[in-house]
């Protein structure tokens, strides 16, 4: 990890950004952290993988409501709503849930590959027929990128996965809308480069991706809190996604895929994969942005080209990011006294934060996706 250097103040106003990868959870866990995420965040993509998943329309629409009570009063946020793909998944009930506006995408886990992912898909080609429905109607798939074969190595998952899977799902399904979720390679980076430039291919990339590599999750002893999927890659694979979020290229967004877990999950003889950016996100990707000398594309990665993928509106609104200060990133406490840890930057402080402005927010009615 490379600290990230303080210096005089400076104030950068932003077109209010999205995070179009997060896991919010459901119960306890979703009231603690909903309100970091929409104190900054005028919308998200809203992962599905609770126990049990988000397989159905009727469930997101169920979720989105459980979202908007956590949410507190006075403030305003957009969840946008994903279905969790499995071997069984009803292709007419996906595409019921996109033309009534409750879901804005569908999300393929390969079986097995992450979190909560017991239920995912075992053969793509058994979500053909859905996957044919989506492409005529224009509907994103978001893609968790990585093989899951046991002889695999852990570290070459993504790359295979490419080779393997994307390279001919790209080629079997020419119009699909495919979001490559999290990467985290030099060669996941190339790809999405070097696709046509007609838009369908874009990736999120998070903001502790941007900070480690894999050396950083053994650093003086096993690091849990480092450890999240897909692995963080070698240095050069870290400084490829540094060089591919700020070069404005607009494929690339801003997607957190914070991931909240209880303390206890993470620190464990098997602890759980997920990092918990939600609380200071935007704060830590400024800090990569200043340290690269790019922030006039802060705002492209994090405000604009997402909604361009999706469709969908820029937020009218804008926030303020201040760098001067310093700042030790708190531990969220839950109503069923669970602690969840922030992601901790290198040096341990933040330098930048985003002004305290509730009061100059302007309201934003709730839309259907
Ligand atoms: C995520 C989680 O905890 O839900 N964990 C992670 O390491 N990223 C699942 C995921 O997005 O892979
Ligand atoms: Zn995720």
Excluded at 13 to 19: E, W
Excluded at 100 to 125: C, F, M, Q, W
Excluded at 355 to 364: D, G, H, T, Y
Aim: with cysteine; charged share 20%.
């Amino acid at each position: 990890m490379k600290p990230v250097p303080a210096t005089a103040p400076v104030r950068l106003t932003l077109r209010r950004p999205d995070d179009w990868h997060l896991h919010l959870r459901d119960g306890a866990i979703l009231r603690a952290v909903l309100p970091l995420t929409a104190a900054v965040f005028g919308r998200a993509i809203v992962m599905p993988n609770l126990r049990p998943p988000v397989t159905h329309t009727a469930h997101a629409r169920a979720y989105r409501d459980e979202i908007m009570k956590a949410l507190p009063a006075g403030m305003q946020f957009q969840p946008l709503m994903t279905a969790y793909l499995t071997d069984a998944t009803d292709a007419k009930d996906i595409e019921h849930g996109f033309h009534d506006g409750v879901l804005t995408a569908a999300k393929l886990y390969p079986a097995n590959a992450t979190t909560h992912s017991e239920l995912g898909v075992t053969d793509i080609r058994k979500i053909y027929p859905v996957l044919e429905r989506m492409q005529a109607m224009g509907m994103p798939l978001l893609i968790h990128g990585e093989v899951t074969e046991a002889d695999v190595d852990i570290f070459d998952r993504e790359n295979i996965f490419i080779d393997r899977i994307l390279t001919p799902l790209l080629a079997a399904f020419p119009a699909l809308k495919i979001v490559f979720e999290h990467v985290t390679t030099s060669d996941a980076v190339d790809f999405v480069k070097a696709q046509a430039d007609d838009g369908r291919l874009g990736a999120t990339i998070t903001a502790h991706h941007l900070f480690l590599n894999r050396s950083d999750i053994f650093k003086g002893g096993l690091r849990p809190h480092h450890y999240c999927l897909p692995v963080a890659k070698r240095e050069r694979h870290r400084l490829a996604l540094i060089d591919a979020a700020t070069s404005g290229h607009a494929a690339f967004f801003l997607g957190t895929d914070s991931a909240p877990h209880p303390v206890t999950a993470k620190e464990s003889a098997c602890g759980c994969a997920g990092i918990f950016t939600a609380a200071t996100a935007l704060d830590l990707y400024a800090g990569i942005f200043d340290a690269a000398g790019a922030l006039d594309r802060l705002e492209a990665f994090a405000s604009l080209n997402g909604p361009r993928f999706y469709g969908l509106p820029a937020n009218a609104d804008s926030i303020v990011l201040e760098r001067g200060g310093s700042v030790e990133p708190a531990p969220v406490r839950t109503e069923a006294d669970d602690t969840i840890l922030s992601f901790t930057p290198p040096g341990g402080r933040l330098h930048w934060r985003v002004a305290p402005q509730a009061s100059e927010r302007s309201p934003r009615q709730p839309r259907e996706r």
